[in-house]
């Protein structure tokens, strides 16, 4: 028997989405691989979720997401570069990071199956803003102030207060400080989408879409020395068993 598959040992399938790349964007690559593309994430969002208790796989951007939310449990939509403003209605007002619009369909076709089959799903970054943007809720496309790119990954840059009552409320405690490696917030909420966690300055940190598992938040909790015990990971593989 598989010891994954049955015999109450289950460990469930968390699909996590990633990024397109060329060889040539890959230090030490050779010359005649430099126009092959790969598929890429960052490891972190793995080490959260086989921590947590999960299987962590990696869904390629040019696979059916259909598929992909038939066979996983629960879904992990990961940190990256801008959403096309387009897709809420927008002209583009920066160019700090390129636009990604083949894996903005895949993403946005993964929530549209995940939302269909009630899937546990956690955004985390950009996936928080996918997750609004696929409701149809918009975003402040450039507040420099939040990135602190030049800070370790690491650094505790704010802190975040939660929506009594809420999901997110019930995993962290009132007042939570977290890191910052964003230039741009939610702005107008989707449909169906609740904000349950703020910034000082009201910038929306969490969402969640009462009546199915979705919960998203703008920081990075894989990148936190409090990674391995941190328990929004523990939330989605719980919400996935």
Same mark, same amino acid.
């Given at each position: 028997?598989?010891?994954? =598959?049955?015999?109450? @040992? ?6 996590? !989405? ?5 060889? =040539? ?5 050779? /010359? ?10 960052? #490891? ?15 869904? /390629? ?5 259909? +598929? $992909?939310?038939? *066979? ?9 570069? +801008?959403?096309?403003? &387009?897709?809420?209605?927008?002209? !583009?007002? #920066? ?7 083949? =894996? &903005? ?5 993964? @929530?549209?199956?995940?939302?269909? $089959? ?7 970054? =950009? ?6 943007? %696929?409701?149809?809720? !918009?975003?402040?496309? +450039?507040? /420099? ?12 840059? %704010? ?13 962290? /405690? ?7 490696? %964003? ?7 989707? +449909?169906?989408?609740? $904000?349950?966690?703020? &910034? ?8 969640? *879409? ?13 990148? @936190? #020395?409090? *990674? ?11 919400? !996935?068993?």
């Amino acid at each position: 028997m598989d010891p994954y =598959r049955g015999g109450g @040992m289950t460990k469930p399938l968390i699909g996590i !989405s990633g990024k397109q790349v060329f060889g =040539r964007d890959v230090a030490g690559n050779i /010359p005649s691989l430099y126009e092959a593309p790969a598929h890429v994430y960052w #490891t972190n969002y793995s080490q959260g979720i086989l921590a947590a208790g999960g299987i962590p796989i990696y869904l /390629p951007l040019n696979m059916d997401p259909v +598929d $992909a939310v038939e *066979r996983c449990d629960g879904l992990l939509l990961t940190g990256g570069t +801008d959403i096309s403003p &387009d897709l809420y209605g927008q002209e !583009s007002t #920066t160019d700090a990071f390129a636009k990604e619009p083949l =894996r &903005d369909s895949f993403e946005l076709a993964l @929530m549209d199956a995940a939302v269909d $089959a009630a899937l546990p799903v956690l955004g985390i970054c =950009r996936g928080h803003q996918i997750i609004n943007v %696929h409701a149809g809720g !918009s975003l402040n496309q +450039d507040v /420099p102030e939040h990135g602190a790119f030049d800070l370790p990954i690491t650094t505790e840059r %704010h802190e975040v207060t939660f929506a009594e009552g809420s999901v997110l409320g019930g995993l962290y /405690p009132k007042h939570h400080k977290v890191n910052s490696l %964003h230039h741009q917030t939610v702005a107008r909420l989707g +449909d169906g989408v609740v $904000a349950t966690a703020f &910034d000082e300055e009201g910038s929306v940190e969490g969402l969640e *879409r009462p009546g199915l598992p979705i919960v998203s938040v703008q920081w990075h909790p894989e990148m @936190m #020395t409090s *990674r391995d015990t941190d328990p929004v990971f523990e939330w989605l593989v719980n919400q !996935s068993s």
